[in-house]
């Protein structure tokens, strides 16, 4: 399978009709078509159901199509580190949760950007899971991870940064009166959690006991979404401090007490061979270890 072939695919998975992928990869349609069909025959599946005017993927084709994105990213990031390596150019990619703790990057960045302007930066929003796997495919430099994290596998770096675990709720709940809550304040609540796998640990060691003793009615992959049920009074969210900005708003965070708090880590793949972008970007960061 070739990246041509994996790139003609994408473009009618895409453009919807053969004629006007064949337009945008200028290739007349028989030429494309015939491509296709060979790429079907290679795979030994069907890729396409045609319709009247449009084709729609069949399910092996919304996989390749998930999986080719992948690959062409890929190999788009390596070429891009690859050239012009006598300067500090390239591409440096980072996955995260909702965390403050981008800030702290975001400042080296800059820094690293004022000194080598051809330097670029793509970033990935997702939970610890999200992140980690996509580092596993060699799809992302770096992950921020908010423990717990199972990190063995990884290097990683500390961060000097410490987040605060506690409960977003809308100003009409009556625990809007607290400083702080325990346990035992939010026990008969409606609740939303984080879903990432190792959170619920974490938050049953604070609880004092399972989480399912709780009134938990869902979960939540990025916080601002969930923000949005707390604002329409659905549930209270169990979350991290300072992701939502509360100010002017319906909604008020408050801690946990006793204080529940989370260090955030930078983790990448072990031997994992940067670019010098990449590479410069750890040296930066290296000093607050």
């Not at 994105?69 to 050239?83: A, F, G």
Request: proline share 4%; hydrophobic share 40%.
């Amino acid at each position: 399978m070739e990246l041509r072939v994996i790139n003609y695919f994408l473009t009618v998975a895409r453009e919807k009709t053969i004629s006007k992928a064949a337009e945008v990869l200028h290739l007349s349609q028989p030429t494309l078509s015939k491509q296709l069909k060979e790429l079907e025959e290679e795979l030994g599946v069907c890729l396409f159901e045609r319709g009247n005017r449009f084709i729609t993927l069949t399910e092996a084709g919304v996989y390749l199509e998930n999986k080719g994105k992948e690959i062409l990213s890929l190999v788009d990031s390596t070429t891009t580190n690859l050239i012009k390596n006598d300067v500090i150019s390239g591409e440096i990619t980072i996955g995260g949760g909702e965390t403050q703790a981008f800030d702290f990057i975001a400042e080296r960045i800059q820094k690293l950007r004022e000194e080598h302007p051809d330097i670029h930066v793509h970033l990935y929003s997702g939970n610890a899971d999200d992140v980690l796997e996509k580092i596993d495919k060699g799809l992302l430099d770096f992950g921020l991870v908010i423990d717990p994290v199972e990190k063995q596998k990884y290097d990683y770096l500390r961060l000097p940064l410490i987040d605060h675990w506690g409960i977003l709720v809308h100003n009409t709940s009556p625990l809007c009166s607290l400083k702080s809550v325990t346990p035992n304040d939010i026990q008969h609540i409606p609740l939303l959690i984080s879903n990432q796998s190792l959170v619920d640990n974490q938050l049953a060691e604070w609880l004092g006991r399972n989480i399912d003793h709780f009134n938990v009615i869902g979960t939540y992959n990025l916080l601002y979404n969930a923000s949005l049920f707390v604002k329409q009074e659905v549930a209270s969210a169990l979350c991290i401090n300072g992701i939502i900005n509360t100010a002017e708003t319906n909604l008020t965070f408050i801690p946990f007490s006793p204080p529940l708090r989370a260090t955030i880590s930078l983790v990448w793949k072990k031997n994992q061979i940067f670019s010098n972008a990449s590479s410069a970007l750890l040296e930066l960061l290296n000093p607050i270890d």
